[in-house]
């Protein structure tokens, strides 16, 4: 038998309901010193790795699909800024930035790209399909769209157990039009679960214009039916990422449910290594190089504020550079996997 109501249904109709809080996605985090030097080397690695993992690509050390994350490092980095340990982190195939920003190593990483013994996954996944348990890691999804529902599953998982984590999932515009997309909405929203769905909206679905693929471009309202509240985020701009993680991941804490952030960024490349890219000019390029770059914003704004001179951040720029050249030396020197590992991590 359900416990009895204490108040009455006219007490309940007259009662007061809480203020809806409105969530707009304008905010921008202030920044110290030591966290716009920590954004601007942690997106600088992010890009150097990926250059370097384009130029493997064209001399054949890396097979198979690759998706380069160059152009929307602030998404990720913003949002690692504002989660605890113990948060989930789970995505799509355009994985390799997600992967540092959670800090996984470069070496890993790169030796995985490769198909070697010492990748995260073995040398068996390559560029889509890598894990880390110990940094809370779950990949790395080729099918698209199914990543939202895996990590619908983890945000249940921390229901149950009732810890005070946050899952995580990130997906493309492209994904949004995905069916299981909102079965996990209309789930994570029945159940309350501590899940912050993150869009990346770089405006093409592989080689295909959002506005020309979806009837609402605006997707911080995808959730509306469900009652999940959503934010536009300026996705170049990590202060702005970092200010919206905070709101988003102190609603899911509080028990309030999931989450909703579109990230509004671009990528400069390709879908993938093998598209050449001919949907859009070159000026559309080059004009969100030159105006919107997340991490010249940063450099611009260090050496504004007298934190660094341009002598220290090529400094960074050498030390990055540095770790990304001794993964890539790592990861063709590693030996490839023994034969007997094709018969293991195999479910049945």
Known sequence: MAPRKSASVSSRKTAAKPAKKEFTGSNIAEFDR????????EMLLIRRFEEKAGQLYGMGFIGGFCHLYIGQEAVVVGMQMAQKEG?????????????????MEARGVMAELTGRRNGYSHGKGGSMHMFSKEKHFYGGHGIVGAQVSLGTGLAFANA???????????????AANQGQVYESFNMAALWKLPIVYIIENNR????????????????SLRGSGFGIPGMQVDGMDVRAVKAAADE??????S????????????RYRGHSMSDPAKYRSKD???KMRSEHDPIEQVKARLIEKGWATEDDLKAVDK?????????????????????SELYTDILL
């Open 87 to 103: 948060d989930q982190v789970i995505t799509a195939y355009r994985d390799h930035g997600h992967m540092l920003a959670t800090g």
């Open 204 to 219: 093409y679905a592989m080689g295909t214009s959002t506005a020309r693929a979806t009837a609402q471009s605006n997707y």
């Open 34 to 41: 030591d966290q716009d030097m920590k954004a601007y080397r």
């Open 284 to 286: 559309e390029v080059q």
């Open 160 to 174: 149950y157990r009732g810890n005070d984590s946050v899952s995580v999932a990130y997906f493309g515009d492209g």
């Open 319 to 339: 030390d990055v550079r540095d770790i990304v050249a001794d993964s890539a030396d790592f990861a063709q020197s590693d030996p490839e996997p023994d034969v």
């Open 248 to 253: 988003a991941l102190e609603h899911c804490r």
């Open 255 to 266: 028990g309030k449910g999931p989450i909703i952030l579109e990230m509004l960024t671009y």
